[in-house]
């Protein structure tokens, strides 16, 4: 059964990088079949797409955050990360990790909104 | 890009019927059949309850049924039961490779 969670520190000071891993366990992140995500929930609001990686290499992210992150996948570890640069208090949130489903048409990836395994999520503080 | 619009808050009695909106543009909701949406309880991550507008995953009650129309999806709940009290999420493919989520909406049992 597929499994991911999410690991790193729970502090991130303001104006430094968030770094974020989420391990999978019970399938693999170098399958065509599935992209790879990062969704975050700022505490009582609500669900924000970060961006995603698929099997390739290719990466899609959110335009109001593209130019401060960066995720990638580790296949031989199946782990994928996140790095979210420049923090500040708004970074603060539940940051999830979570699969989803591509379509291919026309040789061009969709990135379709099916979301259907989910790590627990973890808390990140941006705090000095 | 902005959040896809949906009430803040719906309520219904057990039983009864209730529907969630979903209000996008002709770049997202209307202009793909890439609309889904996800229940999440308090301190638990989201559950995929729709996808592809109006598919069930396995293991979802046909309760919960998806639908749209233009660039408004939406979500209804029959039979109404007290488990159904969660906030709920729509989610569309908005072109250009991205992601929109909706803000929202804490559905209360009466």
């Known amino acids: 059964q597929l499994q991911l969670q999410e690991s790193g520190p729970g502090l991130v000071k303001p104006s430094e990088t968030l770094s974020l891993t989420c391990t999978v366990s019970g399938g693999s992140i170098s399958s065509s079949t599935y992209y790879w995500g990062w969704i975050r929930q700022p505490p009582g609001k609500g669900l924000e797409w970060i961006g995603s990686?698929?099997?390739?290499?290719?990466?899609y992210y959110n335009p109001s955050l593209k130019s401060r992150v960066t995720i990638s996948g580790d296949t031989s570890k199946t782990q994928f990360s996140l790095k979210l640069s420049s923090v500040t208090a708004a970074d603060t949130a539940v940051y999830y990790c979570?699969?989803?489903?591509?379509?291919?048409?026309?040789?061009?990836?969709?990135?379709?909104?099916?979301?259907?395994?989910w790590g627990l999520g973890t808390l990140v503080t941006v705090s000095s | 890009q902005s959040a896809l619009t949906q009430p803040r808050s719906v309520s219904g009695s057990p039983g009864q019927s209730v529907t969630i909106s979903c209000t996008g543009t002709?770049?997202?909701?209307?202009?793909?059949?890439?609309v889904s949406w996800y229940q999440q309880y308090p301190g638990e991550a989201p559950k995929l309850m729709i996808y592809?507008?109006?598919k069930r995953p396995s293991g979802v009650p046909d309760r919960f049924s998806g639908s749209k129309s233009g660039n408004t999806a939406s979500l209804t709940i029959s039979g109404l039961q007290a488990e159904d009290e969660a906030d709920y999420y729509c989610c569309s493919y908005s072109g250009s490779y991205t992601v929109l989520f909706g803000g929202g909406t804490k559905l209360t049992v009466l």
């Open positions: 592809h507008v109006s």
């Open positions: 002709s770049s997202d909701v209307g202009g793909y059949n890439y």
């Open positions: 990686f698929y099997y390739s290499g290719t990466t």
């Open positions: 979570a699969r989803g489903s591509p379509t291919i048409k026309f040789g061009v990836v969709i990135i379709r909104p099916d979301l259907d395994s």
